[in-house]
């Protein structure tokens, strides 16, 4: 099938290397020059495990290719998925200017019909806009030609993303009418052989499904980080209590995890876009407000526990910090845990000395060349010298690190850990103040 990719991201440029994989021919368009010449001389423009082989096998078998060329791009697919950043407004509501961006330039040049897909994160009602704006572009042409708008959203999460769209949990697929069913089914034919992971719906379900999936994960989160922060004052260890509730099955073990709060480009702005719905429609999200404000305070837990310890004096001090992107296995930096880390400490005048096996030349992208901030090769160069160890990601590599050579690089053994990665007591025995999130002791009296 000939499909059509409007927005080279993490969502747009995984899906056409997937699509590419299973022998659709993908064309992909941007609006960003430099990000299309890069992939054509194979330059990958994020950091995902798995892409770059896939988009390179892809370009070369010609499978997959890249373009500036909307028009091109129109005229290629009979699907045509929008997969374009949705980013908040300044009211927190999402931004829908570049899908109803690309909605009026494929009805531009449109002069077949097709099926256009709803990829990005979008509010409930913006398959009505792309309907209305597309239909008003073509009466404009005098144009009556048959098309189809479906809500497909992604559930694809960063770091693990070409397994995701490889594997699916599910495919939500909401439609206005029965008509581009069959289309959609073959499209995903490949990735839907074992069982039937396709759900179809109305294409309001669809759009709510996608928001109401991210603001239940992230109010899993929030809600363990109060539990955390209820258990530091209780006296209670968090992680004690994570595999107490987790043997449930009717809770899980997954995403409650306490943490120094949730980061990247989805949850918080996915939180914050269904409040400003809700609010839109006169109702009040009080789970969703909640979930939100736990969150913006967590994200202060760590700068919190330096100031105390440092007893609010930082200026001078040297923090080293592991882990800058907002989870592992991503360069990703959109709202990360780590900027509001950084930013505190250099506004309490201390400098920070980091390490991300993947996020520096994001890091360094965004708060571009300043003194408080020495970007280094390895974890290790991160410690040199340092007053304390924050750390951030929970990157595989912090996991197991050398203790001993921690405590020599140190001015003083102290870590804080936002991401519970050790053990206090085996920390506390080595000699470590160990501060962690919503372990007991181990925040109030650290050893
Ligand atoms: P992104 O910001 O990485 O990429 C968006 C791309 O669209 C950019 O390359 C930009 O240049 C391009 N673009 C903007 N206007 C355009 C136009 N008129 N024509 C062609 N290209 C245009 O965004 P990302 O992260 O891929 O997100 C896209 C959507 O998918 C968002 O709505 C997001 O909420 C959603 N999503 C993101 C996930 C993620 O993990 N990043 C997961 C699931 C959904």
Redesign the pocket.
């Known amino acids: 099938m000939k499909v059509t990719v409007?927005?080279?991201?993490?969502?747009?440029?995984v899906q056409a290397a997937v699509l590419a994989e299973v022998g659709h021919q993908v064309l992909c368009?941007?609006?960003?020059a430099d990000?299309v010449e890069n992939l054509k001389k194979g330059i990958i423009?994020?950091y995902e495990p798995g892409l770059t082989p896939l988009v390179e096998k892809h370009f070369a078998s010609g499978y997959l290719n890249f373009t500036t060329d909307?028009q091109a791009g129109v005229e290629h697919g009979e699907v045509q998925f929008i997969?374009?950043?949705?980013?908040p407004d300044e009211d927190g509501s999402?931004d829908l200017q570049?899908v109803l961006?690309?909605a009026r330039?494929i009805a531009t040049y449109m002069q077949a019909p097709k099926v256009i897909i709803d990829?990005?994160?979008?509010p409930v009602g913006t398959a009505d806009k792309v309907k209305a704006t597309i239909a008003s572009v073509l009466a404009q042409r005098e144009q009556a030609i048959n098309f189809d708008v479906v809500s497909n959203?992604?559930?694809?999460?960063?770091g693990a993303?070409v397994n995701d769209c490889m594997r699916p949990d599910r495919i939500i697929v909401g439609t206005y009418d029965d008509r581009p069913k069959d289309l959609m089914r073959e499209l995903y034919e490949p990735f839907n052989r074992n069982h039937d992971k396709m759900i179809f719906m109305d294409v309001r379900s669809a759009e709510l499904t996608?928001y109401a999936a991210n603001c239940m994960l992230a109010t899993k989160i929030s809600f363990m980080n109060e539990m955390a922060n209820l258990a530091e004052l209780l006296g209670a260890d968090i992680e004690a209590v994570r595999k107490g509730i987790g043997s449930d099955p009717r809770i899980g073990y997954h995403f409650i995890y306490p943490g120094c709060g949730y980061g990247?480009?989805?949850f918080p702005?996915?939180v914050q876009a269904l409040i400003r719905s809700s609010e839109q429609m006169g109702y009040t999200p009080r789970v969703l407000q909640a979930v939100e404000a736990v969150n913006n305070k967590q994200k202060f837990k760590l700068p919190e526990l330096l100031k105390q310890h440092f007893a609010g004096d930082l200026a001078g001090k040297t923090i080293a910090i592991w882990g800058l992107s907002f989870k592992p296995n991503t360069d990703?930096m959109r709202e990360a845990s780590s900027r509001v880390l950084m930013e505190e400490m250099w506004h309490a005048g201390a400098k920070v000395q980091a390490y991300d096996p993947e996020a520096m030349e994001e890091t360094q992208r965004i708060y571009g060349v300043r003194d408080d901030l020495t970007l280094v090769g390895t974890k290790e160069a991160a410690l040199k010298g340092a007053d304390a160890l924050v750390i951030c990601t929970e990157w595989q590599q912090f996991r197991a690190p050398d203790f001993e050579l921690i405590k020599a690089q140190l001015k003083q053994p102290v870590i804080f850990d936002g991401r519970n990665l050790y053990e206090p007591k085996r920390l506390a025995l080595r000699g470590f103040t160990y501060y962690a999130i919503g372990r007991g002791d181990s925040v109030r009296n650290p050893a």
């Open positions: 409007f927005g080279i991201g993490y969502v747009g440029l368009v941007d609006v960003n990000r423009p994020i909307a997969a374009v950043g949705t980013p999402a570049y961006a690309v330039t990829k990005s994160t979008v959203p992604e559930f694809l999460k960063e993303a996608k990247g480009s989805c702005k996915d990703d």
